[in-house]
C-alpha cells in the first residue's frame, strides 16, 4: 500500500535552517510529483512547492521563493524540503503530499518543526 | 494568484445532509481542477474525503460525496454522524499549483 512516512520532530533556532525527509513505499517512486503543505498552529493549510520526482524540476510558491529548496533522492524513494533563515512565523507541521495525475491524495503523517529560542 | 473560498463555518443536525462547497475567484470549477477535499480534526493529519471531483478512498464513509455544482466544486454529506464534527478543506489543483481553501468548520449539532 502507499505509505509516506515523514521524519521527526525538529527544534530550531531563529535564523537556521531545517531539513525534513518523506520516505515513500508502495508505489512508483518517480512516477509521481511530492508536494509540501504546512500548517501553522490554528491555522490553515498552506502550499510550498512541489517536484518532479523524475526529472527533479521544482516549483515552489512565491512567498518561499529562495527560502526552500526541494530535491529528492530516487535511489532510497526518498523526497526532501530543506528552508532556510526560520523565523519564529515557520514554526508549523509540515507534510509531503503526493501529487500529479492519479494521485489520489496520499498524505505523509506530519513533522513539527518548532522554531524557539 | 488564485483564491479558493470556502464558508467559513456550517452547522448541520445529527443525521441530516449538508454540502460545502469550494469555489475559485478564476471562475467555474471544473473536473480539469482536480478537486480534493479533506478533513481534520484536531490534533491529526488532514485525511483526503474525495479526489479528482468525486472519487472516494476506501477509508471514505458512504454517506460523503463529492461532485460539481453551480459552478463549484461541492462535499455532500448525507446523514451526518457526531464523527464528522471536523474542518474540511478543499483543494484545486491550477496546472500543478496547489491552492487551498481556508476551510469549513463543520459542526454537527
Known amino acids: 500500500q502507499v505509505q509516506l512516512v515523514q521524519s521527526g520532530a525538529e527544534m530550531k533556532k531563529p535564523g537556521a535552517s531545517v531539513k525534513v525527509s518523506c520516505k515513500a513505499s508502495?508505489?512508483?517512486?518517480?512516477?509521481?510529483?511530492m508536494h509540501w503543505v504546512r500548517q501553522a498552529p490554528g491555522q490553515g493549510l498552506e502550499w510550498m512547492g512541489r517536484i518532479n520526482l523524475n526529472n527533479g524540476a521544482t516549483n515552489y510558491a512565491q512567498e518561499f521563493q529562495g527560502r526552500v529548496t526541494m530535491t529528492r533522492d530516487t535511489s532510497i524513494s526518498t523526497a526532501f524540503m530543506e528552508l532556510s533563515s526560520l523565523t519564529f512565523d515557520d514554526t508549523a507541521v509540515y507534510y509531503c503530499a503526493r501529487g500529479g495525475a492519479g494521485a489520489k491524495g496520499y498524505w505523509g503523517q506530519g513533522t513539527l518543526v518548532t522554531v524557539s529560542s | 494568484q488564485a483564491v479558493v473560498t470556502q464558508e467559513p463555518s456550517v452547522t448541520v443536525s445529527p443525521g441530516g445532509t449538508v454540502t460545502l462547497t469550494c469555489g475559485s475567484n478564476t471562475g467555474a470549477v471544473t473536473s480539469g481542477l482536480w478537486p480534493y477535499w479533506f478533513q481534520q480534526k484536531p490534533g491529526q493529519a488532514p485525511r483526503t474525503l474525495i479526489y479528482d471531483t468525486s472519487d472516494k478512498h476506501s477509508w471514505t464513509p458512504a454517506r460523503f460525496s463529492g461532485s460539481l455544482l453551480g459552478g463549484k466544486a461541492a462535499l455532500t454529506l448525507s446523514g451526518a454522524q457526531p464523527e464528522d464534527e471536523a474542518e474540511y478543506y478543499c483543494?484545486?489543483?491550477?496546472?500543478?499549483?496547489?491552492?487551498f481553501g481556508g476551510g469549513t468548520k463543520l459542526t454537527v449539532l
Open positions: 508502495g508505489y512508483t517512486f518517480t512516477a509521481f510529483y
Open positions: 483543494l484545486l489543483s491550477y496546472s500543478g499549483i496547489w491552492v
